[in-house]
């Protein structure tokens, strides 16, 4: 067996279960071994932990004499949340349990334009239909977790001045779908979900790591030290709109000139080709054309890519990340866009910054955002202050 870790402190209720969420099954005398505490007390923690669900016995440990003690772990099948990332055309939603299992999802074509009215009443009805189709009722659901196109301010959970969403800035989204489902709502920037899901999945050994979305938008979620980075404004890793170095003067919707945005992103490139007579609309159109192999298509994605590496080449010299994953919908097309960030980077950062920097596709692809808007509704359920508080307020009596 692992030799347990110990803790510097001495833990609560709350804290006893993040020892469990590794979903390894321990009994009581190792519970009392790792935390230090009376096996009294930690047998009253368990008790309080096995009434709220979220642990569950894990059947016997092996003997040494005797009867063989219960062991128990982490129940990630006790409650469920709702994860939704919305995009400025596009919607994705899942139900999982607490440890980022899928139950049921479902995506569709939305317009964010719409605001937030309509877009979020929608949304409760689709997340209704998924509890449903997990054979989950509504009295499950113990958070939501949402991710939005544009800024937000982390603590509220509202929009601020998002350039992509009219009518949402300053709009109370945590309390508009709280009210339609009756569950705490956590907002953050989508981009700032995709890097959680994506890391939290895939690169949860590596500290850090930066997530660039390229689709109708540019945007990137930043990881350093193993935690999501959102700035004083919730404004970190806004990509989009730093100057192209040499770039054109084009216009922005945001009103600057020569934005990463304005000559890069999907809808760029769309409007690029379609000015050319290719029939492009949106990203997924030069996807599609990329894929059936357009030498247009497939030139003008690569030389984007460029000027996304020469904006990330002095992201990587400030941040030094160990890697960068690159998602989002016109990602989805292939190694041309890869190959001109590569080029541009590895050619312009300094060689110690990009010694070891690995420069990747998204292994989640569309999931990411429901993946990050799950672990960030279930941290906020699972966390010491949560369950501590949840505990205060039921009638199960817990040594303190």
């Not at 910054?353 to 509704?377: K, P, Y």
Request: aromatic residues 2%; proline residues 6%.
């Amino acid at each position: 067996m692992d030799e347990p870790l110990r803790t510097t402190r001495s833990p609560g209720v709350g804290d006893l279960l993040q020892l469990l969420r590794d979903g390894r099954p321990r009994t009581r005398s190792d519970l009392a071994a790792v935390t230090g505490q009376a096996r009294s007390t930690v047998a009253a923690r368990v008790d309080a932990l096995l009434a709220t669900g979220l642990v569950a016995p894990a059947g016997a440990s092996s003997s040494t004499g005797g009867r063989p003690p219960a062991t128990f772990a982490f129940n990630p099948a006790a409650e469920v949340v709702l994860a939704v990332d919305l995009g400025a055309t596009h919607a994705r939603l899942a139900v999982t349990d607490l440890a980022g299992t899928v139950l049921a999802e479902h995506g569709e074509a939305i317009a964010i334009a719409d605001g937030p009215d309509a877009v979020l009443h929608h949304v409760a009805d689709l997340g209704r239909r998924l509890l449903q189709e997990a054979d989950r009722p509504g009295s499950d659901l113990a958070a939501v977790g949402v991710g939005l196109p544009g800024p937000v301010e982390h603590a509220t959970g509202r929009p601020i001045n998002p350039p992509i969403m009219p009518g949402w800035d300053d709009a109370d989204v945590p309390g508009v779908l709280g009210g339609l489902l009756d569950a705490p709502v956590l907002v953050d920037n989508d981009v700032n979900i995709m890097a959680v899901g994506e890391h939290s999945t895939c690169w949860s050994g590596v500290a850090d790591l930066l997530f660039v979305k390229v689709a109708t938008g540019i945007g990137a979620g930043i990881i350093t030290d193993g935690r999501i980075r959102r700035g004083a404004q919730g404004a970190a890793g806004d990509l989009g709109h730093i100057a192209v170095p040499g770039g054109s003067d084009r216009p922005c919707r945001c009103g600057n000139t020569g934005c990463l945005e304005a000559v890069a992103s999907g809808q760029a490139l769309a409007a690029d080709l379609a000015a050319r007579g290719l029939p492009t609309a949106t990203s997924g159109d030069v996807v599609g054309l990329v894929r059936a192999g357009d030498l247009a298509a497939s030139a003008a994605l690569r030389e984007a890519g460029r000027s996304i590496g020469a904006v990330l080449a002095a992201t990587v010299s400030m941040l030094n990340p160990s890697v960068i994953v690159i998602g989002g919908r016109v990602a989805e097309a292939g190694e041309h866009l890869l190959a001109g960030i590569r080029e541009v980077v590895y050619a312009r950062s300094l060689p110690l910054a990009t010694q070891h920097l690995r420069i990747v596709a998204s292994r989640t692809g569309e999931r990411a955002g429901v993946l990050g808007a799950s672990a960030m509704a279930a941290e906020h359920v699972l966390s010491p202050a949560a369950v501590d508080a949840r505990l205060a307020a039921s009638p199960v009596a817990v040594a303190r």
